[in-house]
């Protein structure tokens, strides 16, 4: 079985919803064959490179609400990411544009690091002293390190903005496509879908409902097939 | 889209079924959407390591042939294998257990590197004069470096019996649930499968299949999602 989880690095709930998904695969029976798949999906997607701005300023700009409701909204999010034993910065943190990081988490995919960046990155943004946003390519570069992977391989995809460019775009495609408007949204076996940083028993149960209606497989040709069995391979007759 | 394609390296039609199916796949319009997944089967999951015999010896013990009928059978896999561009040496391969390099495709996996692995251990098996199964380990390290591999990462999980055995046998089970009896299978997001190595139409068709069918999701959980979109975040209420 397979679960893919579209998510911004930047979305406080995708990095509450990512421990609640995780607590409810750790009691899974069978969660030692289900196979966890990153998809990018960017909050702000045409935001530029340079565009940062403290947390607190984005969001009382984007809802109008005031400094005081901002910071409310940032410690009741610190409460519910120590329930799932996350570190979360309430204050300090800053917001930009995520794009590279998707880039990289598609570097990290290739060589089998993905889930390692992705964590180590939610890290830095929510709990870290340190921008992920402020401190250009290098503090990116020392992330994906810290994640497994290459410095160079990093530093080459950083310095080429078209590397993984098209992966990135082509997993929003897709989300829109299955008809995500935000993020987390899970996805079992593209028949199940979960939104949103739902309780573990809700994931749990959309893990146990995909898990009994694996269905059976149509055969698209029923023909002689030449292949190879435990008694041998078909001969070929010409 | 997903294709999971179970086969065994010591299987011909699986070497000629993956080329036809590359060739389907590289004439699909949305191929740039296709992930494709290789999943362990073994033919012989019981041989024993040091078990290797001639391929002609193995097919007319396997099934009471004689040489010259298994040298013909040989013969005419050779003719098809040249069709899609492949080479394949009709004489002098050996036979083994393939358990070890299944361990080995799955490290690779894990470092993004799969499809390398198994397209050199198919050449290495089916075109080059050295063995893949008389050499020991050191013939498979080299093997793995060539397919872009860490050299200790290979001698690692070769001197590990244990080391990546249940991912092989989990595919092996998964290929049984799925009514897999012989190989190459492939499976299209879990919904249709093609058994044995098919000419490139009948791929080309099961690929336009399943991607007109991709299902709609049906949403665990349709209550307020704890979310961000486009729009902002979900604001927490407690």
Same mark, same amino acid.
């Given at each position: 079985?397979?679960?893919?989880i579209?998510?911004d690095?930047a979305? %406080?709930w995708?990095?509450v919803g990512?421990?609640?998904?995780?607590?409810a695969?750790?009691a899974?029976p069978?969660r030692?064959q289900?196979e966890?798949?990153?998809?990018? *999906?960017?909050?702000?997607p045409?935001?530029a490179?340079?565009?940062?701005?403290p947390v607190?300023?984005?969001?009382?700009?984007?809802?109008?609400?005031?400094?005081a409701?901002a910071e409310?909204?940032?410690?009741?999010?610190?409460?519910?990411?120590?329930?799932?034993?996350?570190?979360?910065?309430?204050?300090?943190?800053?917001?930009g544009?995520?794009?590279d990081?998707?880039r990289?988490?598609?570097?990290a995919?290739?060589k089998?690091?993905?889930?390692e960046?992705?964590?180590?990155l939610?890290?830095?943004? *929510?709990?870290?002293?340190?921008?992920v946003?402020?401190?250009?390519?290098?503090?990116?570069?020392e992330?994906?390190?810290?994640a497994?992977?290459?410095?160079?391989?990093?530093?080459?995809v950083?310095?080429? %903005? #078209?590397?993984?460019?098209?992966?990135?775009r082509?997993d929003?495609?897709e989300?829109?496509?299955l008809?995500?408007?935000?993020?987390?949204?899970?996805?079992?076996?593209?028949?199940?879908g979960?939104?949103?940083?739902?309780?573990?028993?809700? *994931?749990?149960?959309?893990?146990?409902q995909a898990?009994?209606?694996?269905s %059976?497989?149509?055969?698209? #040709?029923?023909?002689?097939?030449?292949?190879?069995?435990?008694d041998?391979?078909?001969? %070929?007759?010409?």
């Amino acid at each position: 079985m397979r679960v893919e989880i579209w998510s911004d690095i930047a979305c %406080p709930w995708c990095y509450v919803g990512k421990a609640r998904f995780e607590k409810a695969l750790a009691a899974f029976p069978h969660r030692d064959q289900v196979e966890v798949v990153h998809r990018s *999906f960017e909050l702000d997607p045409g935001r530029a490179k340079g565009d940062i701005q403290p947390v607190i300023t984005m969001l009382t700009r984007k809802y109008g609400m005031s400094a005081a409701q901002a910071e409310a909204g940032e410690d009741n999010l610190g409460r519910l990411a120590a329930a799932e034993g996350l570190d979360y910065r309430t204050r300090g943190r800053d917001h930009g544009s995520t794009f590279d990081m998707h880039r990289l988490l598609h570097l990290a995919k290739d060589k089998g690091r993905q889930d390692e960046l992705l964590q180590t990155l939610y890290r830095a943004n *929510f709990a870290e002293e340190r921008s992920v946003f402020a401190e250009g390519d290098e503090r990116l570069v020392e992330l994906a390190v810290a994640a497994g992977l290459d410095a160079d391989d990093a530093r080459k995809v950083l310095a080429d %903005p #078209d590397a993984y460019a098209d992966d990135v775009r082509a997993d929003e495609r897709e989300a829109a496509r299955l008809g995500a408007t935000g993020v987390p949204f899970f996805v079992l076996d593209r028949k199940f879908g979960v939104s949103g940083a739902q309780p573990a028993e809700v *994931f749990e149960q959309a893990l146990t409902q995909a898990w009994g209606e694996r269905s %059976p497989l149509r055969l698209v #040709d029923r023909g002689d097939a030449e292949a190879c069995g435990p008694d041998g391979c078909a001969v %070929p007759q010409r």
